[in-house]
Each structure stands twice: as C-alpha cells, then as structure tokens.
C-alpha cells in the first residue's frame, strides 16, 4: 500500500468514565477503501468525531497528509480536505439540492458579508461554481434532482449527495459513517460501487464505518476492528472474517 | 362623534413608525429568520441607539452652548428648548453622528454579546440575550447622567430649524423611509446571495455547516454585529422623532411586538417583515388616534390590543406557519448557468446524463 | 452589626427558598419538553394573584389555602397551554425557538388579561389591586436566639421543604416520574418503550406550573404582589434555571442560593465598600449569568456547536 494519509497514534477519549475510545492506533493509505467495523458502542463514531475535531482527543494523536489535525475546530479540518458524513445524513432542508452542494466551496466571494450585495462581484464565480456542481451531480445520475427539495430525496441519494459535496471541493478524504444503513441491498451495493468508481477515477481516500459485512467486505482494501475503544483486529477483509476473536466480538456482545 | 380626522398627518404619523418598526423587522428576520438566533433581547439594541442619540445631542447641545446644568434638569430642558433648532448644521451634524454611533455601537455590543452565547443553544441565547435587555432597562432607570426614570427630553429634532412643522415631519418620514428602503436593500441582496445561503444552512443545521467548514461563530457574530447595528439606527431615528426618551419605551414587550411583526409577515421573508410591521403599526396608530376619543372604558384599551397581539401570534404559529408572506427560495445567478446547461443539454439530445 | 449581618443572611436564605421554588420548575419543565416558557411568568403572578384575591374577596387569609388554589390555578394554566398550543405545535414539528416564542405570545396574553380582569375587579372592589402588600401570619413568628423569624420565613422554608420532598417522591418512586424522567433523558426512546408521552408531559406540566405559582404566594406574602411580579422575577429565575444547565433540579436549588446570596449580601457589600447603589442588583444576577454561561458552557442541555475558540491540545 501507498504512505498513509491520515495517521491515528495512540487515540483516546474519555467521557466521565467512559472510555469510548481507549489508546487506538491505526492508518489510512493514500487511494484506499479502507473499513472500520466493530460491534454497536464499541468508539466507531467516537473515533471520526475526534479526527474530525468534534472532541479533543484525551490522548494521543491525529496526522493528516504530516500535520497534526486533533484539537482544531470541525471547520478547520474540513478545510484541511477531510470530509465527513454523518450516521444520519445531514443535508440542509430548506436548500435545493444544488445549494446543498453549492454551499461547500471554501472562501467563495459572495460569503462575505460586504461582497455579498454587489453580485457583479461573485456572479461569475457563483456560475463557475454551478456548472462545476451540475456536472458532477450528473456524472453520478443525480442530475434531475438539481432543483429538488433533500426532503424529496430517498436515503441512498442523500448518502450520495453528501459524499459529492466534498467532491466540489477537491478534498482528498472521505470519512463515511454508515453509508448503507438503512439501505436497500442492491443500492447499498451500488453505493460502494460508486465509492470504488471515486476511489479508482479520481483518487480519493475512503474511511468507512459499517454495519453490514456483507456489503462491506466486497469493496474494501483492509478492515480494522475496534471493540470497548480498542483495536481488536485488522486485516484483509478475509483475514479479518476469519478471525476468531472478530466472530466472538461479534456473536459474544 | 370623532374629531376631524388628519388623513394626511396619519399617514406621515404611521409612515414614521413603519419605518422605525420595519427596520426592527427586517433585522430580526435576519437573525431568527434567516440565521435561526433567537435574539430576545432585541429591544436593548433599539434602546442603545435611542439613548445614544438622546445622550449624544442634549450633552452637546449643552455643550457647545455653554450651559452648565445638567439636561434632565429643568434648567436643562428649558436651555434645550431654547438652543434646539438655533443652528441647522449642529442639529444635522448630532443626527448624522448619532446615526453612525448607534449602528457602530449597538452593533459592537451584538459582537460582544455573542461570544459568550455563540456555541450554547438557541435557549440559552435567548436567556442571555432577554436579560441582558432587561439589564440595560434597570441600568437606565437607575443611572442619573442619563435621567434615572424621567430619561432625558428636549432631544433636537434633525429639521428644527424649519419653522413649519408640517413640513419638518414629512421630511423626517422621508428620511425614515430612506433607511428602511437601505435596510430592505441590503437584506434582500445578502440573502440572495452565497452568504444568504451559508446563514439558512445555519439556521437549519449548525453543526452540519460547521463540519462543511463554515466559520460558524463568525457568520452569527457578524448577524448579530449588523442586526443590533440596524436595531440601533431604529433607535436613533426614534429618539429623534419623539424627541424624549425614557426606560419604559425598551420594555421586553417591545421585542415580542417585533417578533410578532416577524411573525405575521413571514419568518426568512424580508419583505413579510415590512408587511408585517406595516400592519402592527397602522393598527396601533388607529389605537391612538381612537383611544382619546373612547372616555373611560372598563378595560384600557391597550391591554386588549396586546391580549389579541399575544394570542394572534399563538395562531399564526399553529395555523399559518409561514405567515402572509412566506420564505422564498433564494434567487442566486446559479440558477441562470443551471438553466442555460438545461438548455444545452435539451438542444444537443439526451447527452450529459451518464448512469 | 453582627445581629445585622445574621439578619441579611435569614433575608438572602428566605429569598433562596423562593427563588427555589421558582426556578426548579423551570427546569423541570425544560428538560422535559425543550420548551423555555415564558408563561412561567404569568405562572407566579397568577400565583401571587390567587392569594390576593382570595383576601379581598373572601378575607382569606390562610395562607396554605392561598398556596393551595395558587397551585391548582398555576397546574391549570400550564396543562392548558401544553393542550392547546405546545402538544399541537411540537407535533407539527416545530422547533425550540417556534415554541418560546408561542409561549411569549401567550406570556403577553396572560398577563394582559391579568391587567384587563384587575381593571374589572379593582371597579367592583373600589380598591387597590395593582400593588398589595399581603401580610398573612398563618403561621406563628418565632424567635430563635434573639433573632426573630417572620411567618413568612417559616412559610417559606415549609412549603420549600414539602415541594422538594414530594418532587423527590413523585419523579423517584412513582411510575409517572420515572417515565417523566425516561422523557427527558430520550424523548425517542420513552416514545419507542411505549410510555404514554402525553399524559405523563401533562402530569409535569402540572406540577411545574403549580410549584411556580406557589412561588409566587411566598413571594407576596414576604415582599409585594402587582401584576408585573413574574416580570420582574424573571431574571432571576432564567438565570438560576441555567447555573442548573436546564437539565439538573438539584443544581438548580443550588443556583438559587448562589443567586440569592450574590445578590444580597455582595450588593450589601459593593454598596458598603463601594458604594455601589443597590439598584444596580440586577447587574450581579447578569453577571453571574455570564460567568456559567461562558465558564460551563451548557454545551449538552441547549444543543451545542462543537467549536473551542481557544485551541487546546488536551
Ligand atoms: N458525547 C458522549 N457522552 C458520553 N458518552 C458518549 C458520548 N458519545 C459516545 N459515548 C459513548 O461512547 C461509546 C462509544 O460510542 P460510539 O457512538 O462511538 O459507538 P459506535 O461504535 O459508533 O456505535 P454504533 O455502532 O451504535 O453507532 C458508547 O458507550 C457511547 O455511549
Ligand atoms: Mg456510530
């Protein structure tokens, strides 16, 4: 495998005494797909929350591309070209699917406050931007939901849009939390190929958090398994299948 | 039997305080409507700008006049009465500067209120920001440089110098107008715009927007700094117009009587909120003009405009969330280069489209 | 001067018990529904009123009777209000700031009929409604080594002690506090484990608006009762409410004593040293306000955004 983009070394955080994540080590190649599964409770969500600067870490340490990441503010790691989705998607309802997407570029010009009424000031900007949106919302077959309503959207294209407003972007990382739940299995399929399309055409980094194995382990690189905060196993996803302390996390929970 | 009725002099009466009011309205909107802070303390910035101006002219007034005594006192208010109006370039010169220290003023306070109140929740914001315009309301009755609970009259009237005061008036709704119209321009264009769309992605998920890299605190700080500011300037063109002030105009009632306007125009609609000022105001100046006419009643009539306001809000809530003018989607030139690829795609068959 | 000073210190004790009774409900009813009501104010006037008319119309001057209707009236009013407006809304999906400003609008509605009916009743009276001084002596005035202690007190400190034992009894022991308690913690999964949501968001409202109303009588009988009381109770309350971060009763009977106790005896304080006039009290309830507010940001109770504005590795 490549250098790892993004590093976790040690990782741990507490809250009271819960320890949600307990001294967790790991790492994310560049160009990989790579899984992150371990039963309900087990510090899945809690390790993206700190990589993405939602806590502080209690210990330990997050690199991203040679920098240190943990303990800045979730705006400044986005910016840094690491991107999350959320368990429950978290689109803007009351934006069109466009502004949804729209809304991601950093630093635009009609953001600020004193450009914002002179739109001579941004208007070419804004197109650029829309052109940039609409074509990517087309190459992954969203392209008559430009103008709909996210409340019109069904759970798998919302999943979807969420990953595409990072690609507006151009960041290099996407961390994914539960892409196919509550999704159909064919569609959940789909969803991971479109994920391995983004991985193989334009270069992304994939973390994904998933329940359902049996989707996941057709499409990842390598899995880690994290159990009370700690890392259980990790492997080929073959490997990881086959391990007997994996099955007995799994089964004895 | 009612007095002849000044149909003109209503007009001018109820076009000032649409305006005063509007601009209330229209900055609210853009804090709850648009950006979705719950700023319940709104009438402490109405009442920063009122007492700006107040303090602002009659001490300088005083000042440049040489008159010793201070302006709550009666010698003050008769050297008032005597100098306002003496030079029309200090009478104008006070109203700019009050104008531009109340938006800068009012609007710092806003910045600085929010740090404390930028990352706790919509409850805690509105706690913190109701008391905080009680607060002011306490301090002003009790502070004596600004008149304790007398406040402070004798404020000079921008256009004193004209001896007409027919006149005087129908210039200063002009004037009045005049900034509403500023204040409806800026807020429509910021809400059509990229920043119009980073405040709605606030209001409806601001974590959500924070994890999209938006600076979150930043953008509602810079809200707040300008809704205060606009609240502010509301406040300086009120003190003017009454030409007294005093702790009871900035009672908490005033705030939900903005809310209400807000409310009963339409939340996130800038023009819903002038068309809802429109109406709260023309029936309160109807009230006035009535009020004298009615003797004694059993019940004030005020109490009842307010009961019917309080429960006209309730139900608009509950049965017309969206208000007479309900929120618009934001109009951005991005549509016009959606529609043009429309277009083109129309034109060269079914191309674009992949999967 | 020291029989002074233990004599502020009974003034600030007394205020805390009411403040107590003021605030709890508050969070209370916070936690469980996400809703600041502002008709908590109304709340303790209506209370406050329930006694006084009771006196001038009955000469009523048991003041556990006042207490008793207070609560029933201020239970009344809040299990109303959840019926026909905070229930409906929130099952349209509305949010926090669509339900404190519903309940402002009903805020200025009761208190504007407060005012409207005192303008009646004051007619028919031929007296004062609008500022009456309640002093009831149900119970006895008693003297404990020298100092004396008003009825009031005494009221006060027994009727707080009842309301903090039944609140302990009821959202402990009893069925419908555990599943008020289940509510609060989460609403998702009270809703999913079949508790029957609103009758038992009733139940609190109930108990709620009655504590505040009583509030309200212990407040009249040791200071004065007009239609504004809760108006100018508020900031108190609301800045007690949030030292218990809206969430904590406990924490929030605290509050009521840091709050009390800033009041009176550090204004007795700045005044005597500084001289700072007592009417600038307010500014010490505020200021306390900010102080938790920015030192314990209630990041869990209110929602939170997960920024730090100062950057900090660990
Ligand atoms: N903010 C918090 N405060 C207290 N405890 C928390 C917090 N967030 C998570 N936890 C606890 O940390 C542990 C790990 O939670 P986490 O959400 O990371 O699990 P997960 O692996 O994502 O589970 P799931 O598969 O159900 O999503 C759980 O015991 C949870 O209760
Ligand atoms: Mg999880």
């Known amino acids: 495998m490549t250098k790892p983009i993004l590093e976790v070394k040690d990782l741990a955080k507490y809250f009271g005494g819960v320890k949600a994540l307990d001294g967790v080590t790991l790492e994310v190649p560049e160009r990989g797909v790579i899984g992150l599964i371990g039963p309900n409770g087990s510090g899945k969500t809690t390790l993206f929350n700190v990589v993405t600067g939602f806590y502080v870490p209690t210990r330990g340490e997050v690199w991203y591309a040679g920098e240190r990441i943990d303990g800045l503010n979730p705006n400044e790691v986005f910016l840094k070209g690491l991107v999350r989705t959320f368990q429950i998607p978290r689109l803007f309802p009351s934006l069109t699917v466009l502004e949804n997407v729209l809304l991601t570029p950093p630093r635009q010009v009609g953001e600020r406050v004193l450009t914002a009424p002179f739109r001579s000031k941004w208007e070419e900007q804004e197109k650029e931007l829309a052109r940039k949106a609409v074509a990517l919302l087309r190459k992954f077959g969203l392209g008559e939901y430009v103008r709909a309503r996210v409340s019109e959207l069904s759970a798998a294209h919302m999943k979807m849009i969420e990953t595409i407003r990072g690609l507006i972007t151009d960041a290099r990382v996407y961390l994914l939390d539960e892409p196919a739940a509550g999704v159909a299995y064919t569609t959940a399929r789909e969803l991971f190929t479109f994920i391995r399309r983004l991985r193989d055409e334009e270069g992304l980094t994939f973390f994904i958090i998933e329940h359902r194995l049996e989707v996941l382990m057709d499409f990842v690189d390598y899995v880690y398994v994290l159990h009370n905060g700690r890392l259980l196993s990790e492997g080929k996803p073959d490997e990881v299948m086959s391990d007997p302390k994996v099955i007995e996390a799994y089964i004895g929970r | ?355 | 001067m020291v029989n002074m000073d233990a004599y502020q210190v009974l003034t600030a004790v007394h205020i805390a018990l009411i403040y107590a009774v003021l605030a709890v409900p508050l969070t209370l009813s916070y936690k469980t529904t996400k809703i600041i009501n502002f008709v908590h104010i109304n709340f303790i006037t209506y209370g406050a009123y329930a006694a006084v008319l009771l006196y001038t119309f009955l000469g009523i001057d048991n003041v556990f009777v006042a207490i008793a209707a207070a609560f029933v009236i201020g239970g009344a009013m809040s299990v109303i209000d959840n019926v026909t407006v905070f229930e409906p809304l929130s099952r349209r999906g509305a949010n926090v700031v669509i339900l404190m400003i519903a309940s402002m609008g009903l805020w200025i509605f009761y208190k504007y009929l407060m005012y409207s009916v005192l303008d009646v009743l004051s007619r028919v009276a031929k007296a004062n409604l609008v500022s009456v001084l309640l002093r009831f002596e149900t119970l006895p005035r008693v003297v404990v080594n020298g100092m004396p202690i008003t009825s009031a007190f005494l009221t006060a400190a027994i009727t707080a002690a009842v309301l903090a034992l039944m609140l302990y009894f009821i959202l402990e022991k009893t069925a419908v506090g555990k599943a008020i308690r289940a509510i609060a913690d989460n609403p998702t999964l009270a809703e999913i484990s079949g508790i029957p949501r609103g009758r038992v968001v009733n139940v609190m409202w109930f108990m709620a608006g009655g504590m505040a109303a009583v509030g309200g009588v212990l407040w009249a009988i040791f200071a004065i009762a007009t239609p504004e009381v809760g108006d100018t109770l508020i900031l108190q309350v609301f800045a007690i409410a949030v030292i218990g971060g809206l969430t904590s009763l406990s924490r929030t009977a605290l509050g009521a004593f840091i709050i009390a106790f800033a009041e009176n005896l550090g204004m007795a304080f700045l005044n005597q040293v500084f001289g700072v006039p007592t009417s600038f009290k307010p500014f010490i309830t505020f200021s306390t306000l900010l102080i938790v507010i920015i030192a314990f940001p209630p990041l869990g109770a209110g929602g939170g955004l997960p920024y730090r504005f100062l950057r900090k590795r660990r």
Not at chain 2, 115 to 142: C, D, M, Q, S
Not at chain 2, 166 to 172: A, K, N, S
Not at chain 2, 208 to 236: E, N
Request: aromatic letters at 12%; glycine letters at 12%.
């Open chain 2, 1 to 355: 039997m009612l007095p002849s009725f000044d149909a003109f002099g209503f007009l001018v009466s109820w076009g000032t305080f649409l305006g005063i009011y509007a601009i209330l309205a229209v900055s609210l909107n853009l804090e709850v409507g648009l950006t979705g802070m719950a700023n319940f303390g709104k009438v402490a910035f109405y009442g920063i700008g009122a007492y700006l101006a107040a303090s602002l002219s009659v001490y300088a007034v005083l000042a440049v006049y040489h008159v010793a005594a201070a302006p709550y006192t009666t010698e003050g208010i008769i050297a008032l009465g005597k100098y306002g109006g003496a030079s029309p370039a200090l009478d104008l010169g006070i109203f700019a500067a009050s104008l531009v220290l109340g938006f800068i003023i009012a609007g710092c306070v806003g910045y600085l209120l929010t740090y404390p109140t930028l990352r706790v929740g919509p409850a805690f914001l509105g706690i913190t920001l109701l008391a905080f315009g009680e607060l002011l309301r306490i301090f002003l009755l009790n502070y004596q440089p600004l008149g304790a609970s007398k406040g402070l009259s004798g404020i000079p009237h921008p256009f004193l110098w004209i001896p007409d005061p027919v006149l005087r008036e129908r210039l200063y709704v002009l004037v009045v107008l005049g900034f509403l119209a500023v204040t409806l321009w800026f807020a429509e264009r910021i809400t059509n715009s990229p920043f119009g769309r980073v405040l709605k992605a606030v209001r409806d998920d601001e974590v959500a927007a924070l994890c999209m890299g938006k600076h979150v605190p930043r953008v509602k700080a810079t809200v707040l700094f300008i809704g205060s500011g606009m609240a502010g300037v509301a406040g300086v063109l009120l003190a003017f117009y009454m030409s007294s002030v005093n702790p009871n105009m900035f009672v908490p009632a005033v705030t939900f009587n903005i809310w209400a306007m807000v409310i009963l125009g339409g939340m996130g609609n800038n023009k819903g909120a002038v068309v809802g000022a429109a109406i709260i105001t023309f029936v309160d100046r109807i009230l006035t003009f009535i009020t004298p006419n009615l003797g004694i009643t059993i019940i004030t009539p005020d109490y009842v405009r307010w009961m019917i306001v309080g429960i006209l809000i309730v139900l608009v809530l509950m049965f017309m969330p969206g208000g007479l003018v309900p929120e618009k989607p934001i109009k951005t030139p991005a549509w016009e280069a959606v529609e043009s690829l429309e277009k083109e795609s129309k034109e060269g068959g079914s191309g674009g489209d992949e999967a």
